[in-house]
């Protein structure tokens, strides 16, 4: 056996006339500090040993020779240098660790939180990410709290420093995902638990994966005591956070109490998410209670239902696993699936009523015209007169903008108007088509109107509208009058990649009323109040519709086509494949 490097010989472990069999351990070298062990080629007897341990070698002198010999048990120095079956001590005590980080570790903690009917931080990213697909990050850390607590009780009590993370698949798509703990220190934000948000957001950013945000509990936690921060106003997450809006998607989940810090990052999400016992705000009940604004109980604080028809929630679900199927389902929105089942399209030929003053419900005629069970609908409760969807159609993910003429006649007040820029901006940033569906008399006008801002929301809707790159395809269902048909158009009946109309759909600068009476006011107040001045509205009116049919806006090139109803479906196909 020769040496086969320059080493020095710190261990014997045969004698001479000792039997070996092969693989058994003969010396140990030493070099550059680490050990390297020879060990029997073959079956055999020591024969003679020619250093002895302490000495240096030099790289192929003859370390000792073997000679043939019967091959007997192996001899006593083998037994003790052969590693026992039995778990190493480190890997033993990593398990003993790792444990305190599970659910298991803490059954009164957990049982209370499924009291609750709420589900645990890793409860809720388990039933998130696709089965074995989740890699967590941090999983050791503890609260930063050594100066006033036992390092073994923070391991055991304040688990991932109230902050499970990492990287998993959501519907085969790699995503990162945070989960607040709200049963670790009320789910606050402490210094470690912002050390591994800006980790996993600096992963994000660099690989532009999509965030996951169970977003409950309360906001910086003062309790930490382990490093040099007064008030850590410092620290990156909140903009880390905000720089990801417009490059990623990012989806929020509240469920429970989500108050201050947490609130403030659910907030920057495109997707809000809520359960019908949450409550949402920029301050919990002790900040509130601070400030002198009085006591009141977290419940009464930003209620999902309060929260959801002033438009901060998007959608507002009766449990945490209905948010995290809705989550899926968003993200599901950015590949084509096959498979796809549509509803027979010509029930939308009479979808519309043909009194051309009658209201009608849309989200019917919305869910015919797309793949059967692939809508949803967010923001129902805010900004009514507009509806905004995600859906597919033939199994391309596409966003859809309604007109609801169910609430004021489809006029786009304020909040409308702020729903649908901002609908228009998270397309532009999801890479989504936009189908808008337009049947409106226009803004809304009038003194309350007014005071309700209508004159920024409306300058920002055409805002929106002239940043979008993704393409728009506008269908005009009955009415598109005004400013507002041409903002929830893309700006302009030319800004979509097509403008198209149902037969029955009718054009107008305004309101074709209200174009007769202001139009023809002389004419009408020459005649006496009655049905021969009715008569003469009614002629001019007609006269009006007939001008602004949509056959007439084709002919002259106004609009690109008028289509059949039941063939809406097959040419918005054709034109999101282009």
């Given at each position: 056996m020769k040496a086969p490097m320059s080493a020095q010989l710190v261990q014997i472990v045969v004698q001479p006339g000792q039997a070996l069999r092969r693989g058994e351990p003969l010396l140990v070298l030493e070099a550059m500090k680490m050990e390297h062990e020879l060990?029997?080629?073959?079956?055999?007897?020591?024969?003679?040993?020619?250093?002895?341990?302490?000495?240096?070698?030099?790289?192929?002198?003859?370390?000792?020779?073997?000679?043939?010999?019967?091959?007997?048990?192996?001899?006593?120095?083998?037994?003790?240098?052969?590693?026992?079956?039995?778990?190493?001590?480190?890997?033993?005590?990593?398990?003993?660790?790792?444990?305190?980080?599970?659910?298991?570790?803490?059954?009164?903690?957990?049982?209370?939180?499924?009291?609750?009917?709420?589900?645990?931080?890793?409860?809720?990213?388990?039933?998130?990410?696709?089965?074995?697909?989740?890699?967590?990050?941090?999983?050791?850390?503890?609260?930063?709290?050594?100066?006033?607590?036992?390092?073994?009780?923070?391991?055991?009590?304040?688990?991932?420093?109230?902050?499970?993370?990492?990287?998993?698949?959501?519907?085969?798509?790699?995503?990162?995902?945070?989960?607040?703990?709200?049963?670790?220190?009320?789910?606050?934000?402490?210094?470690?638990?912002?050390?591994?948000?800006d980790r996993m957001l600096e992963i994000a950013l660099r690989r532009r994966l999509p965030v996951v945000l169970f977003a409950e509990g309360g906001g910086g936690r003062p309790g930490d005591t382990d490093m040099p921060i007064v008030a850590g106003l410092h620290v990156p997450t909140f903009a880390s956070f905000a720089r990801l809006a417009g490059q990623v998607p990012l989806v929020g989940i509240a469920a429970g109490r989500c108050f201050a810090g947490n609130a403030a990052l659910l907030a920057c999400c495109d997707l809000i998410v809520a359960t019908r016992g949450s409550n949402i705000g920029m301050g919990g009940p002790a900040m509130v209670e601070g400030g002198g604004l009085g006591v009141y109980p977290p419940e009464a604080i930003g209620p999902a239902e309060v929260q959801a028809g002033n438009g901060v929630v998007d959608l507002l679900v009766e449990d945490e696993a209905a948010a995290v199927r809705a989550v899926q389902q968003f993200l599901g929105m950015k590949v084509t699936v096959a498979g796809w089942q549509a509803a027979d399209q010509p029930p939308l030929r009479d979808a519309i009523p043909a009194n051309r003053l009658r209201a009608y419900e849309i989200r019917p005629l919305v869910a015919r015209l797309v793949d059967e069970g692939s809508l949803l609908e967010l923001r129902t409760a805010w900004g009514a007169a507009v509806l905004t969807f995600l859906a597919r159609i033939e199994g391309r993910p596409v966003a859809l903008l309604a007109s609801n003429c169910a609430v004021n006649g489809g006029a786009i007040d304020a909040a409308a108007a702020t729903k649908a820029a901002d609908w228009m901006a998270r397309c532009e940033a999801m890479g989504l088509p936009l189908v808008s569906l337009v049947d409106t008399p226009g803004f809304m006008v009038g003194p309350e109107a007014e005071a309700l801002g209508q004159v920024r929301a409306s300058g920002g809707l055409f805002r929106a509208a002239a940043r979008m790159t993704q393409p728009i395809v506008a269908v005009v269902l009955r009415r598109a009058y005004g400013l507002g048909a041409m903002a929830?158009?893309?700006?302009?009946?030319?800004?979509?990649?097509?403008?198209?109309?149902?037969?029955?759909?009718?054009?107008?600068?305004?309101?074709?009323?209200?174009?007769?009476?202001?139009?023809?006011?002389?004419?009408?107040?020459?005649?006496?109040?009655?049905?021969?001045?009715?008569?003469?509205?009614?002629?001019?009116?007609?006269?009006?519709?007939?001008?602004?049919?949509?056959?007439?806006?084709?002919?002259?090139?106004?609009?690109?086509?008028?289509?059949d109803p039941a063939d809406t479906r097959a040419v918005l196909a054709r034109l999101l494949a282009a």
């Open positions: 060990v029997a080629p073959a079956d055999g007897v020591v024969a003679e040993l020619l250093f002895a341990a302490g000495e240096s070698v030099r790289e192929g002198e003859v370390l000792l020779r073997l000679r043939p010999g019967a091959a007997l048990e192996p001899g006593p120095a083998a037994a003790v240098l052969q590693q026992a079956e039995a778990e190493r001590v480190e890997l033993a005590a990593w398990r003993a660790r790792q444990a305190l980080t599970l659910d298991t570790a803490r059954p009164e903690a957990i049982a209370k939180r499924h009291a609750l009917g709420l589900r645990s931080a890793r409860e809720n990213v388990e039933d998130l990410c696709d089965p074995g697909s989740f890699v967590e990050y941090g999983a050791l850390a503890f609260a930063a709290q050594t100066r006033r607590r036992d390092a073994d009780e923070l391991r055991a009590q304040t688990p991932a420093d109230g902050m499970v993370c990492g990287i998993g698949r959501v519907g085969g798509s790699e995503t990162v995902v945070l989960a607040y703990d709200a049963t670790v220190l009320a789910g606050t934000q402490g210094f470690r638990n912002h050390q591994k948000t929830l158009a893309g700006g302009s009946l030319h800004a979509p990649l097509a403008s198209l109309a149902w037969p029955g759909a009718e054009f107008g600068a305004m309101g074709l009323e209200g174009a007769v009476r202001l139009g023809y006011r002389k004419e009408l107040a020459a005649l006496p109040e009655g049905p021969q001045r009715q008569a003469l509205f009614d002629q001019l009116l007609a006269r009006q519709v007939d001008d602004g049919r949509a056959v007439r806006m084709a002919e002259m090139l106004e609009i690109d086509a008028v289509i």
